[in-house]
C-alpha cells in the first residue's frame, strides 16, 4: 500500500510540473513517503532526513516534505523533531501535498495535514506507474481490526470501501491501457465492502467476480486478506473467476493460540489451519504465504514451536518473518514480558531455516512442469535472462526472446527457495 501511494504521490507531482531529479542534491522538493510499521523503517527515514537537512543547509529554498504513516504517528511532534521538514501529511491525505506545493510550496506557511481531515483515496490521484502491464488498485483504506501489535489503524483510520463502480471503472480503464495484471489492494482486503450503503452492500468475491469480468485482465492478485473473513462466498469467487491467481497470502502471525489470543487475531490455530486446507480443496495447486511474527510479548518456547508445528503442516510456498517490533500507542507495546532481543533472534533464524527448507521443497516439485510467466523485465542476477513471474507468484528466471507484459509458457528446470529457473516453452520447442 505504502509504494502504491508512492505511485500516486509521484503521479501528483508530475501534473504539478514536478517531474524526477536525477540525484537528490538536484531536487527543488526531497518528498519522503514512510513506513511506521516496525522500528526499522522509523530508523532509516531518520538517516535519510539527516542527509536531506544537510542538502537544505547548503540550499535554503529546498523543500522537504515528510508524507506516510510514521507522519501520522508522530504528527504531533514532527515539526518539533524535525524543524527544517516544510509540510507533513498523512497517508489518507496525500491531495494536499500538491494543494499545498500548488500554492507555492515554501513561501506559504508550512502545514501538517493528517487523519483528521478529511481522507481520500489514493485512486483518485493520477498514478505514475512502474510498469505498463501491471497495476495497484486501491479498494479500501484502514483497518477495523485492533491486532495488538500493529500500528496500521491509529494511522490509516477505520476502514472505508471504495465503492464498486469506482473500482471497476479504474479497472477498466487500465485494461484500456494495456493492463493485464492488477493487484487489489486493503489492509484487510477480504472484508471490503461491509461498510458500504446498504444500496451498494456486496462483499469481496463480488468484486473478484466484477474484475474478473474485465476484459484484458489475465491476472488478479489481492493483498492482504484477513483469514477471519474468508467467507464462503468469497471462496467460491476464488475458484471460480479464470483471471483470480493461484495464490494466497494468508497471515498467521502466529501458530500458538495462546498468543494469537493476545494478538487478538480472533482466530485460532484449528481454524485457521482448517481455512488452509479448505482454500486448497478449492483451488487447486494453490500457493499459500503468511506473514510470521516471532518474540511477541509473552511467547515461550512452546508457543513458539506451536509456531513451527504450523509452518510444518501447512508448508508455506513462502513466507515473511518478523521479530515483533513494539510500536507506541499500540496495546502490545504496553504489554509486560517483553522477549529479549537475543531470543527473539535466535527463533526468527530457526524460523527462517525452516521456512525455506519448506520452500525450497515445494519449488522443487515444479521442476519439469510447464508454467504461464508474465514476463516483467531481465533477470536481476543475470542479464542474458528474463525474470517473470508464475500464476502462483514465484518468481522465474528463464531463456527466452520474449518481451515485458508478454504471457509465455516456460518449463522449469531447477528451483531454489525463492526462484525457479527455466527455458521457454517456445524455443525448446523449435
Ligand atoms: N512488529 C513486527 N511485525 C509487525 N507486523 C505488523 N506490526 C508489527 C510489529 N509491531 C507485521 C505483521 C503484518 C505485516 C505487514 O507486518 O506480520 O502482517
Ligand atoms: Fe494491522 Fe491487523 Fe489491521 Fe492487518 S488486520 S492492518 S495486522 S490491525
Redesign the pocket.
Known amino acids: 500500500m505504502n509504494a502504491h501511494d508512492s505511485e500516486r504521490i509521484k503521479g501528483m507531482l508530475e501534473e504539478l510540473g514536478l517531474g524526477e531529479a536525477a540525484d537528490q542534491a538536484d531536487a527543488d522538493v526531497l518528498v519522503f513517503n514512510t513506513c511506521t510499521i516496525r522500528e526499522k523503517p522509523d530508523q532509516r527515514f531518520a538517516a535519510h532526513l539527516a542527509q536531506a537537512r544537510a542538502l537544505k543547509d547548503r540550499k535554503d529554498e529546498t523543500v522537504i516534505a515528510v508524507g506516510g504513516c510514521y507522519a501520522e504517528a508522530q504528527r504531533e511532534r514532527l515539526f518539533e523533531l524535525y524543524p527544517f521538514v516544510d509540510v507533513a501529511f498523512g497517508p489518507g491525505t496525500i491531495p494536499h501535498l500538491g494543494d499545498w506545493l500548488g500554492a507555492g510550496g515554501h513561501n506559504v506557511a508550512r502545514g501538517a495535514f493528517g487523519i483528521a481531515e478529511e481522507r481520500t483515496f489514493a485512486g483518485t490521484l493520477p498514478m505514475h506507474r512502474e510498469r505498463r502491464f501491471q497495476a495497484w488498485i486501491q479498494v479500501s483504506m484502514g ?5 495488538a ?5 491509529r494511522v ?1 483510520g477505520r476502514e472505508v470501501s471504495r465503492r464498486p463502480g469506482d473500482i471497476v471503472a479504474e479497472v477498466t480503464r487500465l485494461a484500456g491501457e494495456g493492463v493485464r495484471e492488477i493487484t487489489l489492494l486493503g ?2 482486503v477480504n472484508s471490503w465492502g461491509r461498510d458500504l450503503a446498504p444500496d451498494l452492500r456486496t462483499d469481496f468475491g463480488e468484486l473478484l467476480r466484477a474484475t474478473d469480468a474485465v476484459t484484458g485482465i489475465e491476472r488478479i492478485r489481492f493483498t ?1 486478506p ?1 483469514p477471519k473473513d474468508f467467507r464462503d462466498p468469497v471462496i467460491a469467487a476464488l475458484a471460480e473467476c479464470e483471471a483470480v491467481c493461484e495464490h494466497i497470502h494468508l ?1 498467521l ?1 502466529s501458530g500458538s493460540n495462546r498468543i494469537l489470543k493476545a494478538m ?2 480472533t482466530y485460532d490455530r484449528d481454524r485457521y489451519l482448517r481455512l488452509a486446507e479448505k482454500l486448497r480443496h478449492a483451488i487447486p495447486d494453490l500457493a499459500l504465504g503468511t ?1 510470521i511474527i516471532v518474540g511477541f510479548p509473552g511467547e515461550t518456547e512452546a508457543d513458539f514451536a506451536e509456531t513451527l508445528a504450523v509452518v510444518e503442516e501447512v508448508r508455506y510456498d513462502s513466507a515473511f518473518t518478523f521479530v515483533f517490533s513494539p510500536r507506541a500507542g499500540t496495546e502490545a507495546a504496553a504489554l509486560a514480558d517483553h522477549v529479549p532481543e537475543d531470543v527473539k533472534r535466535g527463533r526468527i533464524e530457526r524460523l527462517i531455516e525452516l521456512v525455506q527448507r519448506i520452500a525450497a521443497e515445494r519449488n522443487s516439485e515444479r521442476v519439469g512442469r510447464v508454467e504461464e510467466v508474465l514476463v516483467e523485465g531481465a533477470s536481476r542476477t543475470d542479464s542474458s535472462l528474463l525474470r517473470g513471474r508464475t500464476r502462483r507468484n514465484t518468481t522465474v528466471n528463464f531463456a527466452g526472446a520474449a518481451g515485458p507484459g508478454d504471457l509465455v509458457d516456460v518449463r522449469i528446470e531447477s528451483a531454489t527457495s525463492t526462484t525457479l529457473k527455466g527455458t521457454e516453452a517456445a524455443l525448446v520447442a523449435a
Open positions: 483497518c477495523n481490526s485492533k491486532c501489535y500493529c500500528i496500521v489503524p490509516r489492509q484487510n492482504s484477513h497471515p502471525q487478538r487475531r506473514d
